[in-house]
């Protein structure tokens, strides 16, 4: 009897310690981010989704403060403390860290077959032969309006520019709304909301920003002029001392019920639709005339790769596909509206208002800002120069003309493009 009982009891505890080596056995992946504001999203939402069809791999989101993340992560990597997983900001930032071999290449993981050259544009290498990050999310530039604003006055959705332009006027003339809610005080407004949210229509999206990276188009061309025409006409619609208004001023503006309309990034959603106590739509950038195509800025914001140093890289490439999957991109998106997926698959969206944004990719064609792959590396920086020229322009300190001549006379002092 005391043999039995021994011998169950070293059985027991031989399973037992079985248990603990398969329990040690178990893959957990640290995801480096400065997204800090999204740790329940991927606490409560993200990875208990990931984690219920992988057992045996488990995730740990362990976001930085968004100012302290870059400096925070090149430690961590020259260390070799840095997590398995790294959040991927756009363009350069990313581009340095594959180049330093800090990132690794993804090109022919499993899922980047669902994400389009687009999508995949602020992760690929200049000359498109590999790619570095899941894309994750973009945000999409439009016009967010008062909805009861604009039945009060009678307003219909403009769908081009004629149009715009006169439901501004309306607005104006009544008096009891502000039109546009945009200060050029803080510049990057200007140009952000301004200049690369219109502009697209004009340079035609992807076709105008590739051919100014070729060097086959300037800044002087017309379809890059153009938008800043446009822009110098909104003066008379941004209210009394729109020259030292804030983006928080603007904001403000608009969700008191003050300003009929918003040139606004998707980003916007969240926190109007917290504040605002109005109903809400939202319109792309109107056309020059009926049935032209229209472009819009889908502007990739964020994605995720892999530490080139993972001892787990196996389980994190199991984890990236998952993210590069449909079902990430709608728990995603959903979680964050404003925040859309950059998948081929369509996203439903919960939120009406990011619906409707989001809905502008089955008719418009997307594109990202002009200024973010490849032409700010230099001084002086495109991108910084074209908030600073995007307000001088509104503000009438500089008519589209001058500033277009100091932006390519800029860019010209440092970018020769590739023959």
Request: hydrophobic share 40%.
């Amino acid at each position: 009897m005391k043999t039995k009982l021994l011998t169950a009891l070293l059985l027991g505890s031989s399973v037992l310690g079985f248990a603990g080596v398969a329990s040690a056995a178990d893959v957990t992946l640290n995801i480096e981010s400065w997204r800090n504001d999204d740790l329940a999203i991927w606490k409560d939402k993200l990875i208990p989704a990931f984690e219920a069809k992988n057992p045996g791999i488990k995730v740990v989101f362990g976001p930085s403060s968004p100012t302290e993340y870059d400096a925070a992560l090149g430690a961590k990597l020259a260390a070799g403390s840095a997590g398995d997983l790294i959040t991927c900001r756009p363009f350069d930032k990313s581009l340095e860290l594959y180049k330093k071999g800090n990132l690794a290449d993804l090109t022919k993981l499993a899922g980047m077959e669902n994400f389009s050259d687009v999508a995949k544009s602020a992760w690929t290498t200049d000359d498109g032969s590999a790619t570095f990050c899941v894309p994750m999310a973009s945000v999409i530039h439009g016009f967010i309006y008062n909805k009861e604003a604009f039945e009060k006055l009678g307003l219909k959705v403009p769908e081009t520019r004629d149009e715009f332009f006169a439901a501004l006027d309306k607005i104006k003339a009544d008096g009891t709304y502000i039109p546009m809610a945009m200060g050029t005080k803080d510049l990057w407004e200007a140009a952000t909301m301004g200049y690369q949210n219109i502009g697209p229509n004009y340079w035609k999206g992807e076709e105008g920003r590739l051919a100014l990276i070729k060097g086959e188009q300037k800044l002087t061309d017309k379809d890059w002029v153009e938008p800043y025409a446009e822009l110098a006409k909104w003066k008379s619609y941004l209210g009394d001392g729109f020259e030292a208004q804030t983006y928080p001023d603007s904001q403000n503006l608009f969700t008191l019920g003050r300003a009929a309309i918003f040139p606004a990034g998707s980003w916007e959603i969240g926190l109007f639709n917290t504040q605002a106590q109005f109903k809400m739509g939202a319109f792309p950038p109107p056309v020059g005339k009926a049935g032209d195509t229209c472009y819009i800025s889908d502007h990739t914001d964020i994605g995720i790769g892999l530490n080139a140093a993972s001892k787990n890289a196996d389980a994190a490439k199991t984890f990236l596909t998952w993210v590069a999957s449909p079902e990430f991109a709608t728990i995603y998106a959903n979680a964050l509206p404003g925040f859309f997926s950059l998948n081929s698959t369509p996203v439903k969206m919960e939120d009406p208002l990011a619906q409707e944004f989001v809905s502008w990719r089955e008719k418009c064609k997307p594109t990202i800002r002009s200024t973010y792959q490849v032409l700010s590396r230099g001084t002086p920086n495109l991108e910084n120069e074209t908030w600073v020229e995007s307000a001088n322009v509104i503000n009438g300190t500089d008519t589209p003309e001058v500033a277009a001549e100091k932006l390519q006379k800029g860019l010209d002092s440092w970018y020769k493009p590739a023959k």
